[in-house]
Each structure stands twice: as C-alpha cells, then as structure tokens.
C-alpha cells in the first residue's frame, strides 16, 4: 500500500516543522552567543561580526577543564559500580531464583516510581553524618542506590528470560555458579548491560538536585549541577550565559551523536521497561 | 568485592545436591551489594522522611511531636494546594499535548521516516531528552525572555501587543514552563509511537481502508488500540516527569512570579534547605510520592496488553 501524495507532503512538512521547532533553542542561543560581549542581543539576529572568541572566555569563566574532570570522576564512580551489581543482583534474582527472590524483587520496585525530591532531605542530614557533604562521594554513593531499583529490574528482566537449560547443561560440566555466570550469561548479557550503562551515563551526567543539594563547590558537580551554578552567576550577561551553555552541552551531544543509534534505543527501551 | 565462587573450593562430589541447598542461599551474595545500597540510600531516608513528616523540625534543633499536623497543612494551606494544583496543570504540557502531536505525526509518518531523512528526524527530535534539563531551562528562559525569539516573531507579524516576559508574567509563566517540558518530551513520545506504529499488522489498514474508512476511521479504529501500551509508556514516563518536576522549574522560574510556577519539588527542597521546616518538606514529600502512584498505577493498569 502506498500513501497518497497529500500524505506524503503533510507528514514531511509536519516532521520539518518539528525539527526546527527543537532546533530553534539551541540555534537562538548560538546566535546570542556570537554578539559582541557587553551588548544586550534580540532573539535571532546574525551577528555581522561573529565573536568565536565568547566561546574561549566561556571556557575560562566556566572552568571548563575542571568540570569536564569532576562530571568525568563522578561518572566513573556510579556508572561501573551500579552496573556490576546491579547485574549481579539481576543475575541472582532471575535466574538463580534464589530463596525469597520474588519478595526482594517487589522490594527493589517500590523505588521504581519514587522522585528523588522524596529522599532529598534525609539524604543531605545522612551525608552530612558521614562527613561527606561538598565531596564527590556525595553524589556518587546516593546515586548508586536511587539507580538499583531500575537497575536490577532491567537486568533482572534480561536474565529471567535466558533459558534455564543453558545453565544445567554447565552445570552438569561441573561449572561453579561463578564460572557459569563469568563464562555463559555475561556475554549473553552483553546488550542489556550496554543499554543499562548508556542510561546509567546520561542519568549521572543529567542530574541536578543531588549536585545542588548536596555539593556547593559547583567545580565538584555533574554537569548539569555547573551549568546551573554559571546560570546563577553569568545570567545577566546574556552573551557569555549561551556561549557557557552551549560549551556545557558539547559534550553530552558529541557523545550522543557518536553513539545515537544506541542511545535512541536504549532511551526507547528504558522507557518501556521502566 | 567477594563473589561466591561455589564448587570450585569445596569437595566435588554430591555436587548438586550442595548447589540444591547451600547453593541456593549463598546465592544471596549476588543480590547483598546492590540491596545494601539501595537500603542505604533509598530505604533508610524514605522511613526517615516519612518520620520527619511527623515531626516539627528546623534541621538542627529538637524535633517537636507533630503527628498528622503537617498533612494537614499540606491539605489545606492554600499556597501548598496551589502548588499541587500546578503540577497536574504541567501534567497536561508534559504529557497530553506530547502524546497527541506524537501521534498524529506517528499516524501521518506511518510510512515514511525510514532513510536517511528519518534517521535525521529520530536523532534531532531526540536531542532534548539527551541534554540535561538545565540546559532546556536556560534556552527557553532565553526564547521566552522580552527580547528573546519569542516576542521578536511576535513583533515581526504585527503582534507586538501580546509580547512580554513569558516566564515572568502571571497569566503566562506556568504555559511557557509546560511548554518547555512539551519540547522536552515531544521527541521521545514521537518516536515510542512511531516504533508502535510500526509492530501494528499492515493488513488491519488495508481491512479498515477496503470497509471504506477515512483517515480518522482509520485512526481511531486501527491505530489507537494498537498503540496502546506505547502510549501507556507515554503516559507514565511524562507523567512522573511533570508530577516530579524540578530541574526546568528552578532554572527558568524559581517558582515564580508568586507562587505562579512553584511544583511541589520545588517547594521540598525551599522548605527543607531555605526555611528549615522539614517536617512539612517531608510531608509534602509522601504526598508527592502518594500522588505519583495514584497516577501511574492506573495508567498502567488501564494500558496494558491484555494476554490472548
């Protein structure tokens, strides 16, 4: 069956239409960006002399280096850490079906829908008590557990569909549990896991009320954390705010469309299991 | 870290037998990490908020017995019912406008965004889920602000009366922040339903166009009940995004002008880390994690698939 030509045109005009409509923020900010500093921009004008060099002052007033360090650390402290036990948990929960793995599983879900905003205030008197407040540390434990829930459902999903004859045959090949986990399930797993860390990366790097809350040297902040500090700080200079914004986005965009196709997917799917 | 390593340290022999018992339970070492973190830092605090909750508390004082005075507050301080009330006006700019126009492009598109021009539609429209939502905020205050794209359109077609400071007028300020969480929505619902759209069985069209129905026939018979569970994922996902709503709210707004934008995540955290009333802060807080469920559940109820 083919669409009719009035089909055809209104869905392509529609769709452009929709893409502009996302692009015009990020193409109204580039232009404010470009004026020269200290003028006041209006909306969507190109400048006739294009300041590039807004985007190194940014640079410098951002403490670029420095942030680009931090959100680094902080990523590298949850993502493999919540990924290993979240898998692991997964792996116990679904397929070895270990006593009482049914009760734990519904335990674990009760944080599915949870906002954090629920768990905020605790949390800062907890950390404080650990003398952790203004670290890193801060961030990254708490945000380990607030993913569990998601984490071990997702995996948990994946393991409970792998067949349980692919285990009792190593078993009956002397595997330990250890081995046949390691040797057979971990690459089967290999997809789901990879989705769970795309998720993972872009939940840490995206998150702003535990940075705020819990850390006030915004050096020491995911991203989303900083850029919301350089709006409390720049947000009157309106050319230097863009320039800053858009140097903060960079690169969670290049990421993005260096791994589009599987970020689009693991979006999609996180969607739909959560 | 240690991992039971079952078998390989013990006798051989009766091997299954061992896996069949103490197998089973040592088992649990693969699950104790991840349920020590999450009763750490999810389980401890949520017990402890719902404790604040019943409690008069400046954070660093003597918590003073409150029992249910703070819900009670909750229900009838007008600011606080106000504040409620916003968050489900946002539930119709995050979710019910992004679900309707995602699927009357996912019905119009049904066919067309394969190629290269598809490829391109799917990776823009998906940009704002991938920024963080801070960064939403600072572009749209920036759109929205008196000199900004908005207004400048505005004055370009001859309708410079209705410019203003979007976000900061009363009439105005909690639309434009809805619209910021439709922008942010649009591309994943769209693309979820585009997915869906595509799973549905062709012939059921060509039934439905051989019967003699038109595009809305069509719509309404064929492609709505097909969509169903995506749009039950929709509806969940942006639902939680609105009730729970912070990020977008603090950047562009502050909960202003008045109380005109303030969404109950906003308020918890001034209560808690501002005025130091943590008490109400945490039962603002069960009420907003009551209200999530109250609207997720049936969402999903309703939505999903019924088993053949």
Redesign the interface.
Known sequence: ?R?SRS??V???V??IL??L??????V??LS?ALQPRGT?????TWPSDPQWGNFADAFTVANMGALLKSSGLIVAGVVPVAVV??T??G???GH????GARF?FVF?LL?L??????????????IQDFGLLNTRWAII??L???F??F??FWMRTHFINVPAELSEAA?VD??????LFWRIHLPLARPAIASLTILLF?WT??Q??LA??LVDDSTKRT??GA??AF?GQWGTD?VL??AG?LL??TP??IV??IF?RQ??KA??QG??K? | MT??????TSP?RA??NR?ARS?????????V???A??????????T??VQ?SLYHWN?IGVARWAGLDNYLTVFTDSDLLKIIGNAFVLIVFFSFIPVG?GL??AS??????TGL?GT?????????????????G???S??LSS???????LRAVGLGGLARPWLGDFDTALPSVGMIGA?VS???C???LI?GIGKID?SL??AA?MDGAGPVREFLAVTLPGLRREIG??L??TV?AA??S??IV??STSGGPGYQTTV??LE??RL??AQRQ?GL??AL??V??AL??LC?LPIQRLTREEKG
């Open positions: 069956m669409l089909e055809q209104t869905g392509r529609f769709l929709l893409v409509v996302t692009l015009l923020p990020f109204s900010m404010a006041v921009p209006t909306g969507l036990i979240a692991m948990a792996f116990g929960l070895l079906k270990i006593p734990v674990f944080g829908t949870m906002p954090f905003e629920a768990v905020i205030t605790p949390l800062y008197y907890q434990l708490p380990i557990g607030l569990m829930p984490g071990v078993r002397g595997s330990s549990t250890w081995q872009l790097w995206n702003f009320l705020i809350v991203m989303a850029l919301g709006q309106q705010l863009c914004s903060i986005l969670t965009l993005f469309l589009q970020f689009i979006l999609l969607s739909v959560g | 991992l039971p390593a079952t078998g390989s051989a091997h299954r896996w197998g089973r339970w040592s088992g649990w070492l693969w699950v990490p991840a349920l973190m999450y009763v750490v830092f999810v389980v401890r605090p949520l402890l908020t604040y954070g126009v009357l492009v119009l598109v049904r066919r067309m965004a021009f391109a539609v799917r990776t823009i429209l998906f940009l704002p889920q991938v920024i963080p939502l801070v960064a939403a600072i572009a749209w920036w759109l000199s900004g794209v908005v207004n400048q359109a922008w649009l591309g994943l769209t693309i979820l997915t062709p069209y060509e166009r994922v929709c969940t996902v939680i009730l729970a912070f990020d603090y950047i109950p995540g918890i955290y808690a880390f943590v802060a945490s807080a069960i907003l994690m999530v469920l997720v």
